[in-house]
């Protein structure tokens, strides 16, 4: 069963930048496009951007294009989401999702928490 853990939360001041990382094992991580999404208390589970399997074509939210990167390292079976121009609303924990099928993801991180204060 393919496993993803997250890696690189923390606390930052806004307009500073963190870069998360996404291990993933137990799986064919080429043939995964992999997700970014995010929670904040009280509110809803949001997207945040998606890299594909084959293509390495990339997708962002609006409230993160402009700011934020995805980028996938296939040696080294990881994503990562490169987060420039924090703001205080970006606090939230980030999770990472693998997927095969538009359907249905594979797999879940646990998450990682970041906090950028004003």
């Known amino acids: 069963q393919v496993q993803l853990v997250e890696s690189g939360g923390g606390l930052v001041q806004a307009g500073g930048s963190l870069t998360l990382s996404c291990a993933v094992s137990?799986?064919?991580?080429?043939?995964?496009?992999m997700d970014w999404f995010r929670q904040a208390p009280g509110k809803e589970r949001e997207f945040v951007a998606r890299?594909?399997?084959?293509?390495?074509?990339?997708y962002y939210s609006v409230s993160v294009k402009g700011r934020f990167t995805i980028s996938r390292d296939n040696a080294k079976n990881t994503v990562y989401l490169q987060m420039n121009s924090l703001k205080p609303e970006d606090t939230a924990v980030y999770y990472c999702a693998a997927a095969r099928v538009l359907t249905r993801y594979d797999s879940w991180g646990q998450g990682t928490q970041v906090t950028v204060s004003s």
């Open positions: 890299i594909n399997q084959n293509s390495g074509n990339t």
């Open positions: 137990g799986g064919t991580f080429t043939r995964y496009t």
